[in-house]
């Protein structure tokens, strides 16, 4: 059974920063895409960033540079060191795993099947 385990996530001033990690247990495809999406409320769930699995990276264009992706394949761990937090930021973030939706489809949901419980980042203003 896949499970997805978030940790991290917490309340930070405006330009703070965090580490959120997800632990991938029972994953045992080695070509897959990760990736961290977020939910504000009364919005919909959208993609932050990716890592493939040759492990090239793409970001929204609205983490571009104070977001980075970044994954420890021994520990079957991601992360995403996030800088310069900023308080439109403040949603529920959820890591993903899965095939990918194709070439340029990295940020999209439809492209993983398996979906951590999420973990809440605050950003106060």
């Known amino acids: 059974q896949v499970q997805l385990v978030e940790s991290g996530g917490g309340s930070v001033q405006a330009g703070g920063s965090l580490r959120l990690s997800c632990q991938v247990l029972g994953y045992t495809s080695n070509n897959y895409c990760m990736g961290w999406f977020r939910q504000a409320p009364g919005k919909e769930r959208a993609g932050v960033a990716a890592?493939?699995?040759?492990?090239?990276?793409t970001y929204a264009d609205s983490v571009k540079g104070r977001f980075t992706i970044s994954k420890d394949n021994a520990k079957n761990t991601l992360f995403l060191q996030m800088n310069s937090l900023k308080f439109e930021d403040t949603a529920m973030y959820y890591c993903?795993?899965?095939?990918?939706?194709?070439?340029?489809?990295?940020?999209?949901?439809?492209?993983?099947?398996?979906w951590g419980q999420g973990t809440q980042v605050t950003v106060i203003s």
């Open positions: 993903a795993a899965g095939p990918g939706a194709g070439a340029g489809l990295i940020l999209n949901s439809q492209g993983y099947n398996y």
């Open positions: 890592i493939d699995s040759d492990g090239s990276t």
